[in-house]
């Protein structure tokens, strides 16, 4: 299977932001993790009705 440099770069394209898109995922489900336990000890330690 021989690809052209066109066809190189639109598969590797694609390929790219499946894995751009992937670690996107992750990053926010971390992120959203993090924020759940910030609130959480900010509001033992400081009280109050933080959104």
């Known amino acids: 299977m021989d ?3 066109g ?8 390929a790219g932001m ?5 670690i996107a995922l ?3 489900l ?3 993790g993090s ?3 910030l609130r959480r000890k900010l509001n ?3 009280g109050g009705n933080l959104k």
């Open 3 to 5: 690809f052209t440099p």
């Open 7 to 14: 066809e190189m770069l639109f598969y590797g394209g694609i």
């Open 18 to 22: 499946v894995v751009v898109g992937v």
């Open 26 to 28: 992750a990053v926010i």
């Open 30 to 32: 971390i992120m959203a």
């Open 35 to 37: 924020r759940k336990r």
């Open 44 to 46: 033992e330690e400081y």
